[in-house]
């Protein structure tokens, strides 16, 4: 067997870092069959996957993009909670009405939540954690929310303008 030193003498960093990553021919004719083989292979598999499959397939993405943005220091204004219900819904195939019906909300409820004109309650929290069988925990739900709220507390001023009318009184030093 060749030494790193042999090998890293007859090759380049890139060429022995892509035979590392990237193992197989060389050649661009044999490598773009192995392509198609491999793509034939993941089709075959993708069919015969049954439909529970592909829903558990579809509700772990979504939980893992739902704990991957929570882990995430930064706030990103297109996750937010109905941007998640919605994907939610969505996953499980149905429409906004059958759903509403499904945790007992009115859709008018259901729609103004998905859009931003209404903050969930904890209701609805609950029933979502019920309704995936515990899948998607209150918490995991209550923390989109959360997240969402302090970046609002640190970027809208208006609503400290808004308030600052209604506090008659306030301390003359700063602890900061």
Do not use: C
Request: no cysteine; net charge positive; hydrophobic share 35%.
């Amino acid at each position: 067997m060749k030494s790193y030193k042999e090998i890293e003498k007859k090759h380049s960093p890139e060429e022995i870092a892509e035979s590392l990553v990237f193992p197989g021919p060389k050649d661009p004719a044999k490598r773009g069959e192995m392509l198609s083989v491999l793509r034939q292979v993941r089709k075959q598999q993708k069919e015969s996957q049954s439909e529970e499959s592909k829903l558990i397939s579809q509700l772990l993405q979504l939980k893992f993009l739902i704990e991957d943005y929570l882990k995430a220091d930064s706030f990103n204004k297109n996750f937010y909670f109905g941007y998640f219900l919605k994907e939610y819904i969505t996953r499980l195939e149905k429409k906004n009405r059958q759903f509403a019906q499904e945790i007992d909300v009115d859709p008018t409820e259901l729609s103004q939540i998905i859009n931003k004109h209404r903050k969930p309650t904890e209701k609805i929290i609950y029933r979502l954690e019920i309704h995936s069988n515990r899948n998607f925990p209150a918490i995991m739900w209550f923390k989109i929310l959360e997240k969402e709220r302090a970046y609002e507390l640190l970027h809208d001023k208006s609503i400290v303008n808004n308030e600052r009318g209604h506090v008659k009184q306030q301390l003359k030093f700063s602890l900061t």
